[in-house]
């Protein structure tokens, strides 16, 4: 009873504060608007005035509004963006569905919603059992805040009477039709497969031809049936007057023209799958209407059918090219990327201004090289002191001396992934706190470049190590997000490595700083657990095109779009995979990095808001690309 006046009363307050005691007269004009910044108009509605539903179903309306506002609607926000009913005041609807959040209050508005962008209102309305005419009366709110000013709507519905399934009697059938009619007669009443589509995120698109976009389509088998395997499909483009260009939705990555994907897993009765897939705009200006479905067995699955809107504003580029696709007879196995072993990288970890260095591994004992020539074992724990005078090289530990030698190396003696520490070497990161990061796996070397007399410390160690290293992420970020991120990372050493390294009078692949990637060794373990999660369960894979490990730069975001290769200044020759691709998320804010590749604030937010996996990220920002395995 304590509880029921303490939510009556929380309920009282909330009403008072917001001026929701209103009357029918009231109810379009005389809000109480708190906060003009909050602002919104009406784009569309996916199902158009009147909605005809059966008495007891449920239907999914879905409306879209623009921010014309100055500050961002956001799901996970405190004041998130929903609608409640408001006719007849702020009453109980009588079209609550299973996604509302109460009698009187629609589910979010989904996703981060930034001035001058659009945003979804996914309303599920379950009839009464009374059929007949009926209004619904809403009003945009902003939770606990205020109400925003052109956010009223309403939704005309026609409730109709519940159709009666018509029921046939397999024991009557039996009676007056042999066995093989009786089930084709059954089979006429109700399909066998049957799904239903729970989301799709890109219901209306507007781009430009050639352009990839991301999808979510998830389905539910809605039928009595296990669906042992099934083939995910797309229309064809309609042809247009005149065109002379190949037309189609397909990307890289798909099948054929028309099939996305096949799939031979089981889907029990009841169950769920998504569909993270990307496709294509066609290459010529017009709208198009696509339909993505399910096929088992041959033939289209009842109620699969998902249908995204398409606005091409213009003609793709003139050098342009439509995905094409070998006939089975002429396919070439796809190239096995799985190395032998995991690869080592060399990192440029400390250009040393002064003569010597202080080693010291409290893990393993490790072998000291003159050169490439083995001359002693430094034990574990005991400190080694290396010099430079005149060309040549000196370790001195106790009584082990190595003198006149061209370098020094010191490598792990039984395990490769054994951590060294740099004592006399201070790299403190003002954005990681107090933290010396001095600590790195692997193996050492102390020489100066060719013909130079640079000195540095290189840090020879495997591929994984080295991106445990990686300082560039946050570890609070999204779990999908930085999987991509990880994958991005491995993508981009791994290329220059397979490249010959970027530094080779230098003796290293990469440097330890932003020239190529923040790498902060063994410490960065520590503060990064999310993250070192994330390069474990991506292990090994790296992104590709045309069967080769491409470059895959990041950055911090754009002003909506990134840059391609050519645009970056980078090159004259382009390259396919860094193309521009929009940045919803980013729209509204400056450029903050090169632009080239993945935005990381796009990517998060995609990750977080739209529920994108690692590989439908990379594959959205790496246009064309496939994520593949290097090694175990």
Request: hydrophobic residues 35%; glycine residues 8%; without cysteine.
């Amino acid at each position: 009873m304590k509880k029921l006046f303490s939510t009556l009363l929380f309920s009282f307050l909330f009403i008072i504060s917001f001026g929701l005691f209103i009357s029918p007269a009231e109810a379009k004009d005389d809000f109480n608007f708190r906060d003009y910044e909050y602002r919104a108009q009406f784009v569309s509605q996916s199902t158009p005035d009147p909605i005809e539903i059966e008495a007891g179903e449920t239907k999914s309306v879905t409306i879209t509004f623009k921010n014309t506002g100055t500050k961002t609607w956001s799901e996970s926000a405190i004041n998130f963006v929903s609608a409640y009913a408001v006719e007849m005041k702020y009453r109980d609807s009588d079209f609550v569905g299973p996604n509302w959040l109460s009698t009187n209050q629609t589910a979010k508005m989904k996703g981060y919603i930034p001035p001058g962008g659009t945003g979804e209102l996914t309303i599920e309305l379950t009839a009464p059992d009374t059929a007949g005419t009926y209004k619904e009366w809403f009003h945009l709110a902003v939770e606990n805040h205020t109400w925003l000013k052109g956010g009223y709507f309403f939704l005309k519905i026609n409730v109709v009477p519940a159709t009666k399934k018509e029921v046939i009697e397999v024991v009557e059938l039996e009676k007056e039709l042999p066995t093989d009619s009786a089930q084709k007669k059954i089979e006429e009443v109700k399909s066998l497969y049957q799904a239903k589509v729970f989301a799709n995120t890109k219901k209306e698109v507007s781009v430009s031809g050639g352009e990839v976009v991301s999808a979510v389509i998830v389905y539910r088998n809605m039928g009595e049936e296990t669906w042992d395997a099934h083939r995910f499909r797309s229309t064809m483009p309609t042809a247009l007057a005149g065109n002379s260009k190949k037309l189609s939705y397909a990307d890289k990555n798909w099948k054929n023209d028309t099939l996305v994907e096949e799939v031979v897993s089981p889907v029990d009765e009841g169950g769920f799958i998504r569909k993270e897939f990307t496709f294509r705009a066609p290459a010529k200006k017009g709208d198009y209407d696509i339909v993505f479905f399910l096929e088992i067995e041959g033939e289209r699955v009842e109620g699969s059918e998902a249908n995204v809107h398409l606005v091409v504003t213009k003609d793709a580029a003139e050098e342009y090219t439509t995905p094409s696709f070998k006939t089975s007879a002429s396919v070439i196995p796809p190239k096995t990327y799985t190395l032998k072993e995991e690869p080592k990288i060399r990192v440029g970890v400390w250009k040393i201004e002064e003569n010597s260095v202080i080693f010291q591994s409290t893990e393993d004992s490790y072998i000291i090289y003159s050169g490439d020539k083995k001359v002693d074992i430094l034990p574990k724990g005991k400190k080694a002191t290396l010099t430079y005078s005149n060309g040549v090289y000196a370790l001195v530990a106790g009584n082990i001396s190595v003198t006149k030698a061209p370098y020094i190396r010191l490598v792990p003696e039984h395990n490769d992934h054994a951590i060294f520490a740099l004592l006399n070497y201070e790299r403190k990161i003002r954005w990681k706190g107090p933290t010396n990061f001095n600590r790195y796996h692997g193996a050492m070397e102390f020489r100066s470049m060719k013909g130079g007399a640079a000195k540095y410390v290189i840090n020879e160690l495997f591929l994984e190590d080295y991106m445990k290293g990686m300082g560039e992420n946050s570890n609070g970020s999204n779990k999908e997000y930085l999987r991509s991120q990880a994958v991005a990372q491995r993508s981009y050493a791994y290329n220059i490595k397979a490249s010959g390294g970027r530094y080779p009078t230098r003796y290293f692949d990469v440097v330890a700083h932003t020239g190529d990637q923040l790498y902060l060794g063994a410490e960065n373990e520590k503060m990064m657990n999310n993250f070192i999660d994330a390069v474990n369960a991506t292990r090994g894979y790296v992104v590709t095109y045309n069967d080769e490990v491409v470059t895959t730069p990041y950055f911090g975001h754009s002003d909506g779009r990134t840059r391609s290769w050519v645009e970056a200044g980078w090159g004259r020759t382009g390259k396919p995979w860094l193309v521009s691709v929009k940045t919803e998320y980013d729209a509204g804010k400056s450029m903050y990095g090169h632009g080239v590749g993945m935005s990381q604030l796009d990517a998060a937010a995609r990750a977080e808001e739209e529920g994108l996996s690692w590989k439908a990220l990379l594959t959205y920002y790496y246009t064309g690309t496939e994520v593949e395995k290097l090694f175990k």
